[in-house]
């Protein structure tokens, strides 16, 4: 009998918390969603090796918007092109906060234009994109670069003399290097071996994210920071990008000429110098070496990334890469080099490019956002800071808008006529008051290296074109392609 007392107690607290929770998620009027409980919330009904599939099987119970509890993390899900649409762009401001990446969050910890929040992330995003536009970004002076450094990696793809090769860190050092010298004003030599290094701790943290063990500290981050486990490998890799950043600061301050600024750290340390007597400025040196190692770190990994992925794609489908090479023909030759005026003439490639995007589908979940005020949405109550998760991958894969959502098919891109054709549903790099700051430099790259490779190499898989595995190795945070080797064939 003295057994029972512990046990009857449990259970009644059990049943209490249960109660709890229901009860005031009534009150709130909070979209619905599967009980959760105490403290691992909904874990025993998500897959942690793929939480994009998880949810997107609770959508199918729950429908569009849904509530779930990722541990004692609580987030709506939002699923499909109407509900993000509706949210990041209708209510644009309501979903303008920043919510949680726990990894990354060890080390931001609310600073940098990424993962800030407020005033400061509206003024460092302000800053940032001017910056980057003074710098060339979206213009002919950053596409001469894109081209320089084309130049560079078509030199790396002839020393490996049609031998087999993984492209992962060759492409990740080319993309690199273009975001390298608007941030810091140079690029790199291919084979200096800090920068394998530091594209090595990128790759390391990027792909953490996406394991199940990213997926449970992103979680639990506040139990398993304490723990031991891969995360710390995590960490050590992000501390060692933060001081590569800070010693590039240090190099900026002793050479620095306030009237010829030379990249966005001298431009960041002159409107340091601008606002020191500002006692509410968030133009200070924690600020500066976050949002440097922002830029750095997302203008080298999606779109180095994104061309890995499509790769991997061609060597699957050679029809596709043929249709691709007779575009290139007719509408370059190979006299010239390939230019953003192209562009517009080669509807097919431009569709492969955008298909490449979609299907590869780098940030499944999207970043995750946070209500800035206490917000109505369809009819439910979203108190401020709630947290929010856009599934990107749930309307890049909207078969309301793309006829064959989970093949493969630049079809998607086309008209009947073979023209290019704009899908609204096509956000890759998100919408509304947050989306990335990069997405024009992004999209001239990944068309100015994919048609420079293209152009120059014809693309061949060590392995017969059916046996090539087309699914990602790891889905969580961001989708991460396999590893595989290619043969670039000169043409």
Not at 59 to 78: A, D, M, N, S, W
Not at 125 to 138: A, V
Not at 227 to 242: D, S, T, W, Y
Request: hydrophobic share 40%; glycine share 6%; with cysteine.
């Amino acid at each position: 009998m003295d057994l029972l007392g512990p046990w009857t107690l449990l259970l009644a607290s059990f049943l209490f918390c249960l109660l709890f929770l229901s009860a005031w998620k009534k009150r709130e009027k909070l979209p619905p969603g599967p009980t959760p409980l105490p403290f691992i919330g909904n874990l025993l009904q998500v897959n942690t090796k793929d939480m994009y599939q998880s949810l997107m099987k609770i959508h199918e119970k729950y429908g569009p918007v849904f509530t779930i509890h990722l541990g004692p993390r609580r987030v709506v899900v939002l699923c499909g092109y109407d509900a993000v649409k509706e949210a990041l762009v209708d209510q644009a401001e309501e979903f303008s906060g920043r919510g949680e990446q726990a990894t990354f969050d060890w080390l931001f910890r609310g600073y940098g234009v990424v993962f800030s929040n407020g005033e400061r992330a509206k003024q460092l995003r302000r800053f940032s994109i001017t910056t980057l536009r003074n710098f060339g970004m979206g213009r002919r002076s950053i596409e001469d670069r894109i081209l320089e450094e084309a130049h560079f990696l078509l030199e790396s793809l002839r020393a490996t003399k049609s031998a087999p090769f993984d492209p992962t860190y060759m492409l990740s050092r080319t993309v690199s290097n273009v975001i390298s010298s608007i941030a810091f004003g140079d690029r790199f030599e291919y084979e200096d071996q800090e920068f394998v290094s530091l594209l090595s701790m990128m790759l390391g943290s990027f792909r953490f994210t996406a394991t199940s063990w990213g997926q449970l500290y992103d979680m639990f981050s506040g139990v398993m920071q304490y723990l031991p486990g891969p995360q710390h490998k995590a960490f050590k890799q992000l501390l060692g990008l933060e001081k590569f950043i800070m010693e590039k600061v240090k190099d900026h301050e002793e050479t620095l000429d306030p009237n010829a600024p030379r990249d966005f750290i001298d431009c960041f340390l002159v409107k340091m110098q601008q606002d020191k007597k500002n006692p509410n400025t968030e133009f200070f040196a924690r600020n500066l070496v976050m949002t440097t190692l922002n830029i750095f770190f997302a203008g080298t990994e999606t779109v180095s990334t994104t061309l890995r992925y499509g790769f991997l794609l061609l060597l699957r489908y050679p029809e596709v890469e043929e249709k691709v090479h007779e575009e290139i023909e007719r509408v370059i030759g190979s006299n010239r080099t390939p230019n953003m005026d192209d562009r517009p003439l080669m509807p097919y490639t431009d569709a492969v490019i955008h298909e490449i995007q979609r299907f590869g589908d780098m940030l499944p979940l999207g970043v995750a956002r946070r209500v800035t005020r206490d917000t109505q949405f369809r009819g439910y109550n979203l108190p401020k800071g709630t947290e929010v998760f856009p599934m990107l991958g749930s309307v890049l894969r909207d078969g309301q808008h793309f006829a064959r959502p989970d093949v493969f098919d630049p079809q998607h891109f086309l008209d009947e006529n073979g023209q290019f054709k704009k899908n609204e549903a096509f956000m890759p790099f998100s919408v509304g008051k947050r989306y990335c700051l990069g997405e024009n430099l992004g999209r001239m790259e990944l068309f100015l290296f994919f048609t420079s490779i293209l152009q120059n190499f014809r693309l061949k898989s060590p392995v017969p074109p059916e046996k090539i595995n087309i699914s990602p190795m790891l889905v969580g945070f961001a989708t991460i392609p396999r590893f595989y080797e290619m043969c670039a064939i000169p043409l």
